[in-house]
């Protein structure tokens, strides 16, 4: 079966390794939430931002952006979405991040310490070197040239 949305595929990936998943009866539903969520209220909106001119409407989809950002911070429960533990929608809301300082938006400071959680992790940190990209906020904004 092919899979071909993001919060598809991000919650196939976290039944292969339940770790990648909250703990509690409820753990999977808080997931697909958040998943849910991510994809439609955050990833969105950045879709037309990437690609308009008109600066009214940019300027309305970083208000959105920020509003809805805001909300996932004050979901933020320890290093991650869920606590002590990484999970799939951990994920995806760097992801999300890393679009954030693409487009130079401004994201609310607690997600610094969560930022440098998730780039602390061994694969996380594989894959930056094997993409060569630069740790996120050291890529949002480079040291000026000298």
């Known amino acids: 079966m ?10 196939w990936i976290a039944g292969q390794s339940p770790i990648l998943i ?10 697909l939430q958040m998943l849910a969520f991510l994809s439609t209220e ?12 008109d600066e009214a409407e940019q300027s309305r989809l970083r208000e959105i952006l920020s509003q809805r950002f805001r909300w996932v911070a004050s979901r933020l429960e320890g290093d991650f979405l869920f ?12 992801v999300m991040l890393s679009w954030a300082a693409m487009v130079g938006l401004e994201t609310p400071g607690i997600f610094e310490a969560f930022v440098e959680a998730v780039e602390s992790r061994g ?20 040291l000026p040239a000298t």
Do not use: C, M, W
Not at 2 to 11: F, G, Q, S, V, W
Not at 22 to 31: F, K, N, S, V, Y
């Open 42 to 53: 955050v990833q969105k909106p950045f879709i037309p931002l990437f690609f308009l001119e």
């Open 22 to 31: 909250p703990d509690g009866r409820l753990g999977r539903t808080r997931h």
């Open 83 to 94: 606590g002590g533990r990484f999970t799939g929608a951990d994920a995806f809301l760097y």
């Open 2 to 11: 092919l899979r071909t949305e993001n919060a598809a595929i991000i919650d």
């Open 123 to 142: 694969a996380v940190k594989a894959v930056l070197a094997a993409e060569e990209l630069q740790p996120l906020y050291a890529a949002a904004s480079p």
